[in-house]
């Protein structure tokens, strides 16, 4: 029918404008290449940052001590007690406690964000007492990960640059978030000190490499997606510091703000971008991480809706609400295998009110997951070959480990199999096997807490 040839053409549409041939990756990865060289020339020499970490030595494994973490991501936050036992002993014992952020506090206040935190950071301490003491006359020392753009001023200072994954605090922005912390922890009463600030991914590199010494990159594919790296000093011109002993610096590179006219952007990113809360920002985040994958779906199926009828004569009304639709609900349709789509058929119920689907429509829904899916982690793996470029690791038979993490990495697993697979296509055969992926689960907070560690008073 005439309805039919309709869905047909905006499937057929959608596909053809998130086309993402190996070529136009290669493409993608030079592009990243040529900003990471432009934003290590100057400050505000290219839309990605590549911010300077003040991280100069990573973990080397004789870290030692009782450290804590603050990880504060976008969807979570979590507050962990790590303890060190040196070379021998390694990662002794770990707690953590995990608290979800409040939306209202996403868009409120600094004070009120900040106070949040250092109450369940001051929970979690009078929680703890009962089976660790403080030793006298040391104060406890907290590692700080605060996975959103911060230009730092050494290791335990830095100002947010501005927000990202849908926060919007605007007395915030310009300030020394470790001053705010501090601030809040003081009104709360939790006695800590800030030893060390660090975005996720510098977190995740210091945990890989903690296990692994051949971790040189890492890769958060969460709420929102970055990645970090090793880079040479002498690589680095806007670096007028002294050189560190290391000859290294790790960097953090903010890649969700990468563009490049490369990217398939279709009508419907375009909209969202226009939409949000940072538009003409984080257009590489958009594509690729867990917070838009699923509005994007959303979109495409209420085009559907509207000019195909799709779901019948009505517009499902909740269909109409921007972000109802998550991306852990789109993976679990993704991976449903049983013959009628039973999955897709409860999860169209359960979140968007829609019954009564044929199977045949249930197959076009699961279409139009794979091609945002397969776009998103076929634009991750070309960044990654932008990095693994810009490190010289794409000719390299030396063997290098990325260090993975977050919450779309870990469990949207079509999403993860189709990253990793395109990485080591567009490596080829020779390189391709020297290049390893490994998930660190936690790897930010466990690393935030080893750069506590390196960075204590009371060494
Ligand atoms: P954050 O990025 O906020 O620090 P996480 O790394 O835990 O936190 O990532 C959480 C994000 O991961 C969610 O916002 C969601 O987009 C994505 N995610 C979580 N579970 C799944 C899942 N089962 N399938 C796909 N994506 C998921
Ligand atoms: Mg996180």
Request: charge should be negative; aromatic fraction near 6%.
């Amino acid at each position: 029918s005439g309805r039919w040839a309709s869905v047909r053409a905006v499937v057929k549409e959608l596909e053809e404008k998130c086309g993402t041939p190996d070529a136009r990756l290669k493409q993608i990865a030079d592009a990243l290449n040529v900003e990471m060289h432009a934003g290590l020339a100057s400050e505000g020499g290219s839309k990605i940052k590549m911010l300077i970490s003040y991280v100069d030595n990573l973990p080397t494994g004789d870290e030692e001590g009782t450290f804590y973490a603050l990880d504060l991501g976008g969807t979570n936050f979590r507050v962990l007690r790590v303890e060190l036992g040196g070379k021998e002993r390694g990662v002794v014992h770990q707690e953590f406690a995990e608290a979800s952020i409040p939306p209202a506090l996403m868009s409120g206040s600094s004070d009120a964000l900040f106070d949040y935190i250092a109450e369940k950071l001051a929970a979690f301490v009078a929680d703890e007492e009962r089976i660790y003491e403080q030793p006298a006359g040391k104060e406890r020392e907290l590692g700080f990960t605060f996975s959103f753009p911060v230009m730092q001023n050494s290791i335990n200072s830095g100002t947010l640059i501005r927000w990202t994954k849908g926060f919007s605090i605007d007395d915030a922005v310009g300030q020394d978030v470790v001053v705010e912390i501090t601030k809040a922890m003081k009104r709360k009463g939790v006695d800590m000190r800030v030893a060390a600030l660090v975005n996720d991914t510098i977190g995740t590199l210091a945990g890989g490499r903690h296990s692994d010494p051949d971790v040189s990159v890492a890769v958060i594919l969460g709420t929102g997606s970055n990645a970090a790296y090793v880079e040479r000093a002498q690589a680095i011109p806007k670096w007028h510091g002294p050189l560190p002993k290391s000859g290294e610096m790790a960097i953090n590179m903010e890649w969700g703000n990468f563009r490049s006219s490369h990217l398939p952007l279709t009508e419907y990113d375009n909209a969202m971008d226009a939409d949000s809360l940072n538009p003409g920002e984080q257009i590489f985040e958009k594509l690729i991480s867990g917070m838009y994958l699923g509005e994007i779906l959303r979109r495409v199926l209420l085009r559907l809706a509207e000019e195909a009828c799709f779901f019948g004569d009505e517009i499902p009304a909740k269909l109409k609400s921007p972000f109802i639709l998550r991306t852990p609900e789109m993976s679990a349709m993704h991976h449903d295998t049983s013959p009628d789509l039973k999955v897709v058929d409860d999860k169209l119920k359960s979140v968007l009110e829609i019954s009564h689907t044929s199977v045949k429509k249930r197959r076009v829904v699961v279409e139009l997951i794979n091609i945002i899916s397969s776009r998103g982690a076929r634009l991750a793996a070309a960044g990654i070959l932008g990095v693994l470029k810009k490190l010289g690791k794409d000719v390299s038979k030396e063997k290098t480990i990325i260090a993975m993490d977050g919450g779309l990495y870990e469990h949207y697993m079509e999403y993860r199999k189709c990253l990793e697979s395109t990485v080591f296509d567009l490596l080829g055969d020779t390189t391709g096997t020297s290049v390893v992926f490994e998930h660190y689960n936690d790897g930010s907070g466990i690393g935030a807490a080893l750069i506590a560690a390196s960075h204590s008073l009371y060494l």
